[in-house]
């Protein structure tokens, strides 16, 4: 059984930065593609940025540029380093991994098979 727990959350100003962690159990990090999504009160959950099995990344536009996804495979830790906050930011961020092959990522929720519980991130103005 494979679980994600994810780490990092917390209250922060407007232009702060935070990272998140997610943290595999149950299998070799290195089988699986990874995501992070998120979901802002109100909304349906949507994308922000994944990273494929051979390392290629990808983001949503609103958070390119600010936003930086990373692997440890010996660590089974994924990361998401997010730097110049905004109040639209704000959401439950969420970890995902999937099966797919080495290049591609991991886009959209359907192509989940595992989620964690979700962390929180607030972005104050």
């Known amino acids: 059984q494979v679980q994600l727990v994810e780490s990092g959350g917390g209250l922060v100003q407007t232009g702060g930065s935070l990272r998140l962690s997610c943290a595999v159990s149950?299998?070799?990090?290195?089988?699986?593609?990874m995501a992070w999504f998120r979901q802002a009160p109100g909304k349906e959950r949507e994308f922000a940025a994944t990273?494929?099995?051979?390392?290629?990344?990808y983001y949503r536009d609103s958070v390119k540029g600010r936003f930086t996804i990373s692997r440890d495979n010996p660590k089974n830790t994924v990361y998401l380093q997010m730097n110049s906050l905004k109040p639209e930011d704000t959401a439950v961020y969420y970890c995902?991994?999937?099966?797919?092959?080495?290049?591609?990522?991991?886009?959209?929720?359907?192509?989940?098979?595992?989620w964690g519980q979700g962390t929180q991130v607030t972005v104050s103005s």
């Open positions: 995902a991994a999937g099966y797919d092959s080495p290049w591609r990522g991991l886009d959209s929720e359907s192509k989940a098979d595992y």
């Open positions: 149950g299998r070799a990090l290195s089988m699986y593609v």
């Open positions: 990273i494929s099995r051979n390392g290629s990344t």
